[in-house]
């Protein structure tokens, strides 16, 4: 055991930290107990083996998403699991906002559409879609907002064979600061793409709750630490009070 520390920076080293920690554990069962407590924080009631881990891979067009994961289930059929992070950057994460602004956003695509591509629930739909329709290489289908394609790059369509999937066996995924008492998990998404009628669900695990696991904490404590200013008492990751206007 060597005395090096890595520390990263907001949910990518937050993500970094929890997930290459996993995976480098030499212990495999207790890397495959971790794997596990996370997807059942994500409400899967499955026991899963033989993980493969791809962080920020591209799909072109349809994003570069945080991590997927694929797993084998019980029955021995393999699960794609899509996951994208959020942080409060030292204010406080509104997830019932990022849905609005998705909603209006869907109206003409130019109401909040600086950064868009950012928001929560656009990045797991075009996943979702991703599935779905499959490549459009053809630009028949509109995805979301215009004909998105996933293009010829050899990595990006062996990264998509990899993890292509009927959309029954695909889940999706959010790590975001905690929400209020009574937000909805999993949330619920039943929208419209050109005529088709779309319905899938995003799970919802907090870091808060990552952060008090006690099989999660040793992997993601010091980097949820150093992303503390302790003196103004405010987390780059985690959701900090709500400070009330001044009238």
Not at 224 to 245: F, T
């Amino acid at each position: 055991m060597n005395n090096i520390k890595i520390v990263g920076y907001s949910e990518r080293g937050a993500m970094n930290a929890l997930f290459y920690g996993i995976a480098l554990n030499k212990d495999e069962k207790a890397a495959n107990e971790a794997m596990n407590e996370f997807l059942h924080m994500a409400v899967e009631r499955e026991t899963f083996q033989d993980f493969e881990l791809y962080s920020e891979f591209s799909l072109s067009d349809f994003g570069d998403p945080d991590l997927v994961i694929t797993a084998t289930n019980e029955l021995g059929k393999t699960i794609v699991f899509f996951i994208e992070a959020k942080a409060s950057a030292g204010g406080y994460y509104k997830l019932d906002k990022q849905k609005s602004h998705h909603e209006e956003y869907l109206k003409d695509h130019t109401k909040y559409n600086k950064n868009h591509t950012s928001n929560l629930f656009f990045q797991l739909k075009e996943k979702f879609l991703l599935l779905k329709h499959g490549p459009n290489n053809d630009s028949r289908t509109t995805i979301i907002d215009r004909k998105r394609k996933l293009g010829n790059n050899e990595i990006v369509n062996k990264f998509y064979e990899e993890i292509k999937k009927d959309l029954q066996d695909s889940r999706y995924i959010a790590i975001i600061p905690k929400q209020k008492e009574g937000q909805e998990n999993p949330v619920s998404m039943e929208f419209k793409n050109e005529n088709d009628s779309c319905k899938f669900k995003i799970h919802l695990v907090y870091w808060e709750d990552i952060k008090e696991n006690d099989i999660l904490k040793g992997y993601v404590e010091t980097t949820l630490n150093y992303n503390e200013n302790n003196e103004a008492k405010k987390s780059q990751i985690l959701n900090n009070l709500l400070q009330r206007r001044k009238r």
